[in-house]
């Protein structure tokens, strides 16, 4: 058995590691961690740059990679803490976007401002127990290559976002929306799609 299955086997062991890596009622690791655990287990490309004000809250048991010559701006959140955050190459996080693993992004992706993305989901149907201490689920967000996500969007667990898609500031994603669309609105609908015989963006009645 190796040692992340015995760990994982033993509750007192499990919290006990877990109380090690990160302090009591939070989510962020603790410094020792950050300064040398981390660097060894996730991976930051060529010509990437994570900007200082950002709040990097990623733990070694789930994977945190990002791609080549890609950009975290100030003031966002990367938490891998339920679930692994993936970033290609050339892809720029703008400033205070949220993104909550599961979430998986491709390459040449833009995401504006204040953007949500949580791969998790608090369970909240046991009415004898607090929503905090009742379990999570979580659901991969995929954000396919060469998207641009408006600012103030909201992308909800399970989505998958196609390639080339446009999903205006504001919108709220709750359904997948399919390549070469651009989708609007609380919940977000498809008014446009590239027609590949016309080659024309083309509105969705």
Do not use: D, E
């Given at each position: 058995?190796?040692?992340?299955?015995?760990?994982?086997?033993?509750?007192?062991?499990?919290?006990?590691?877990?109380?090690?890596?990160?302090?009591?009622?939070?989510?962020r690791p603790r410094l020792w961690v950050k300064?040398?655990?981390?660097?060894?287990?996730?991976?930051?490309?060529?010509?990437?740059?994570?900007?200082?004000r950002t709040r990097v809250d990623v733990l070694p048991f789930q994977p945190f990679t990002l791609g080549d010559f890609s950009t975290v701006e100030d003031f966002a959140t990367i938490n891998n803490g339920v679930?692994?955050?993936?970033?290609g190459n050339n892809s720029r996080v703008g400033i205070g976007n949220v993104i909550i693993g599961p979430v998986t992004v491709g390459n040449n992706v833009i995401f504006a401002q204040n953007i949500v993305m949580s791969g998790l989901n608090h369970v909240y149907t046991d009415t004898t127990k607090p929503i905090h201490l009742q379990p999570v689920t979580t659901a991969t967000i995929t954000i396919e290559d060469d998207c641009w996500i408006g600012a103030n969007a909201v992308i909800t667990a399970g989505v998958t976002i196609g390639k080339h898609s446009v999903i205006a500031g504001g919108a709220v994603v709750t359904k997948n929306i399919p390549p070469f669309s651009v989708a609007v609105g609380n919940p977000a609908k498809v008014i446009k799609q590239y027609n590949a015989v016309t080659q024309q963006w083309e509105k969705v009645s």
């Open positions: 058995m190796s040692i992340v299955q015995t760990i994982k086997s033993s509750p007192v062991l499990k919290k006990f590691v877990h109380w090690c890596l990160i302090p009591k009622y939070q989510a300064w040398f655990i981390n660097p060894f287990f996730h991976k930051k490309g060529k010509g990437s740059v994570i900007c200082r679930g692994p955050v993936y970033i």
